[in-house]
């Protein structure tokens, strides 16, 4: 996620990008919330 702007590209693969990114963000946080 880059830029701040949502990623037009037609190749339908942007939902499971969304979910992957939250994830790390999620794990980023919970990573940082032990250490």
Do not use: C, M, T
């Amino acid at each position: 996620g880059s830029g701040g702007g949502r990623p037009q590209l037609g190749q339908g693969g942007g939902k499971d990008k969304d979910r992957l990114e939250q994830a790390l963000k999620l794990v980023a946080k919970l990573v940082r919330g032990k250490v």
